[in-house]
């Protein structure tokens, strides 16, 4: 008995020391609810685990995961929270339901269709899903009094890309050239419009209760994301199958950022918004430092480093469906207006990414996220 309470309060001692390692939030989340759309997904199972550990009330929507081998499955965060529910964004009195049921106080939209290729392919459906499914998700807040702050996560990709070479600040133009672009600048449209006519900070406290903001972050890598077309699932894959890496647009320069840069933005904010709700409830940029913003073929030559094999195979052709060749965001705001600002660099965002694919296979993944969660934080001491 006495060694079981032994080993009990050694369990406590290390909960204590943890969450004081990643609690950067001065104990914000403890006891809020909070809703997460996309929770199966590649960020939002990060999101997830984080505020969990954080002591909140997960609810969780979204649609099934996308492989057995996602973050989401491996870790078992969806065990763990308050509500695990599979349910599609596009379906709009579903999602009152929800909200109506589990009252959030703060809502996370991640849920999205995120693949520039598939968008070309599905163009209605990502639509449906960016937009409407957005709308959606405002129109629940709307209905559900509880909600004090919806924190809207869109993409970079939204902005009108010129291919200019400095970042794009958060005053300028939305737009788009593929569908999954144009359908993120017309969510943000819409978004700007419900923040304009249903929760206008002119009238807080008089007719809402509801700090609404929206954030854009960069292309962002990290462990148990195995989307197509992306960069480093590509990569590991190949590399797991003893396969060349093939490269479809190796000069194409991307902000690269590890999925916990943008998330911390993302909580940052969503704390700030609670206590100031008429201040933060605009658009923000989470994106890296100017160093970050590198091609393809770079990263990609940094995962193989990392990873110790692989070769690169450059298979670009004139012909190939048209992705942006030079994207950058500004993240001056966040960086005076929050205090937040990127701690890693590019090789220790690769370094840290290619740490998790290398042990997924043979530890226990939710414990490896917290390490991670803990070695990103590390970072900015």
């Not at 999101?47 to 491996?74: H, M, Q, R």
């Not at 030079?326 to 690769?350: T, V, Y």
């Not at 290619?354 to 803990?374: G, M, N, T």
Request: with cysteine; charged share 25%; proline share 4%.
């Amino acid at each position: 008995m006495e060694e079981m309470e032994a080993h009990s309060t050694k369990h406590q001692i290390n909960d204590s020391i943890l969450l004081y390692m990643i609690d950067i939030f001065d104990n914000f989340y403890r006891g809020k609810r909070v809703l997460v759309t996309g929770h199966t997904g590649f960020k939002g199972s990060w999101l997830s685990i984080w505020l969990y550990e954080l002591g909140a009330e997960v609810i969780g929507v979204a649609k099934k995961p996308f492989t057995e081998c996602d973050n989401y499955v491996l870790s078992g965060i969806g065990s763990k929270i308050k509500a695990d529910i599979r349910a599609d964004i596009c379906d709009g009195e579903r999602m009152k339901q929800i909200f109506a049921e589990f009252q959030p106080d703060i809502v996370f939209h991640l849920a999205a269709q995120p693949l520039v290729r598939l968008s070309y392919e599905m163009p209605v459906e990502t639509y449906a899903t960016n937009v409407m499914g957005t709308i959606n998700i405002m129109e629940a807040i709307r209905a559900t009094n509880n909600v004090k702050v919806g924190v809207m996560i869109t993409t970079d990709k939204c902005y009108e890309n010129k291919e200019q070479i400095w970042g794009y600040r958060e005053n300028e133009p939305m737009g788009g050239y593929d569908p999954y672009s144009s359908s993120k600048g017309a969510a943000e449209i819409a978004i700007a419009s419900w923040r304009c006519s249903f929760f206008n900070s002119a009238d807080y406290g008089k007719k809402h209760h509801v700090s609404l903001a929206s954030v854009r972050a960069g292309n962002v890598i990290g462990g148990g994301d195995w989307a197509l077309d992306r960069i480093i699932p590509d990569c590991i894959k190949a590399l797991e199958a003893g396969k060349d890496i093939d490269i479809r647009n190796p000069q194409a320069i991307r902000p690269w950022q590890h999925v916990l840069e943008p998330l911390s933005g993302y909580m940052l904010l969503a704390s700030k918004m609670w206590k100031e709700p008429t201040k933060y409830c605009e658009g923000w940029n989470f994106g890296p430092r100017a160093e970050s913003i590198v091609p393809v073929w770079d990263v990609a030559t940094d995962v193989i480093k990392n990873y110790g094999s692989g070769q690169l195979n450059d298979i670009s052709t004139p012909n190939t469906l048209h992705e942006a060749k030079l994207l950058m965001l500004d993240i001056s705001k966040a960086k005076f207006l929050l205090g937040w600002e990127p701690r890693m660099n590019i090789h220790q965002c690769i370094a840290l990414t290619v740490d998790w694919y290398k042990r997924y296979k043979d530890e226990d993944v939710y414990a490896l996220c917290l390490e991670q969660i803990e070695t990103y934080l590390a970072y900015g001491k």
